[in-house]
Each structure stands twice: as structure tokens, then as C-alpha cells.
């Protein structure tokens, strides 16, 4: 009298009803069966649940593409580290850039000459502001402002005067070095006592030079004072 075998596929029926009488089966019978019906669907028959498989563990996790890597504490961290690089700003000058071009100091006067009209435009209207302020606060910080806009314009007109000169000096040069001659070249301690010479007959011009002296005489009373050394009387 033979055995009753009760082999279910995977997909079959039986599978169910399977796993209570493979304890009657012999152990040939139980290799051949599993080599029937694969290993997955023979450990689902005798255990009665699915076969363990392995899933890959999520290693890292980042929570933004800022945020540093996370790695989980179950499996060792890898050697080589992906890196994340951030990006490096790059800050670019334009006076040193050659992306900008060279400076002339020409180019760039006639170029921005438009702005002269506007700074003398807006002068014009924090003088009417002054007038027109009632509010001590407001007419000392209109009052600030004119004086810094005075000085700057009064800055620029003694740089192009300067500019003017040396552009002449140039020339002069240039004209002398064609005819055969040679030219000659000021050293900085005499541009500076010809600036000198000009500014004092621009101040005696304008009826200032009391005033202009009597300031420097001031400050370098002041100097000489600091120099002095200092005497404690005990």
C-alpha cells in the first residue's frame, strides 16, 4: 500500500493543506520535492510563512542636498565617503579684472561725464530742502550732507586740474622727445612744491590765504605740543 503524496506547486491549491504531511515523507522524498517546487515555495510549505530574503539597507539618508550624510548604525561605514562639495564663491574686482578691460582715466571721465549734471541737480535740491526744513534735526543732517557733497565736488575740480596739468606736462614732453630734444621729467618733491606754488596764488586770488595760514599755523602748534615730552611736577 502506497504513500499519499500531497505536493503543491506555488501557485496551487494544496499549498495550504501541504505543510501538515510532509512529515510522512521520507527525506528523498523531501530533497526531491524541494528541487520540484524551489526553494522559496519548500521553506513557505514547512515553516508556513514566506521565505526570508535579504533587503538592501538604506545607508544614508540626507535630509536636504546642504545636510550632512546620515549612515546607519547596523552596517559599517564605507572607507571612501561621498563628499559633498559646496560651491565657493568666487568674488570678482573689477578694478583688478582683466574681464573689465584697462582703466583710462579719460575714457571714463567722458563716459560718466552725465553724472556731473545730476550731482549739481541734486545739490540744487537739498539746498531748497534747507530752506524749506523747520526741524532742527533735518536741517543739521541737510546741512552735513551739502558740506560732503561741497567737498567732493571741490575734490573733483582740484583732480581734474591736476589732470589737466600732467596731460600737459605730457605733451610737452612728447613735443620735445620728436624734435630731438631730451625731455625732461619732474620728480614728485618738485610736482609737489609747484601744487603748492599754484595753490597759494589761488588763495591769495581768492582772498583766503589769511584764513588758510592761520589754520596751519594752528594745527602745527598742536604737533609740536605732542612732541613735546611729557613733565609731571612732583
Known sequence: MGRPRTAAAPGGGESSEAGGDLSSLSFEELLQLRNRVGTKAYQQMTCGKKAPYHTKVKTKQRQSKQGPLEFSAKNPVPFLRQVVSAKKKVHRDPRFDDLSGEYSPEVFE?????????????????????????????????????????????????????????????????????????????????????????????????????????????????????????????
Request: hydrophobic share 25%.
Open 110 to 234: 567722458k563716459t560718466y561725464s552725465f553724472l556731473n549734471s545730476i550731482k549739481e541737480r541734486e545739490k540744487e535740491m537739498v539746498q531748497k530742502q534747507l530752506k524749506k526744513s523747520r526741524n532742527a534735526e533735518q536741517q543739521e543732517n541737510l546741512q552735513q550732507l551739502l558740506k560732503r557733497m561741497t567737498q567732493q565736488e571741490v575734490a573733483q575740480k582740484d583732480w581734474q586740474r591736476r589732470r589737466e596739468k600732467e596731460l600737459a606736462l605730457k605733451k610737452q614732453q612728447r613735443e620735445q622727445a620728436q624734435q630731438g630734444r631730451k625731455p625732461f621729467y619732474l620728480k614728485k618733491s618738485e610736482k609737489r612744491k609747484l601744487e603748492l606754488a599754484e595753490k597759494y596764488a589761488e588763495l591769495k586770488r581768492s582772498g583766503k590765504l589769511e584764513s588758510f595760514l592761520s589754520k596751519k599755523r594752528k594745527r602745527n602748534a598742536i604737533k609740536d605740543k605732542r612732541r613735546l615730552p611729557f613733565r609731571k611736577d612732583i
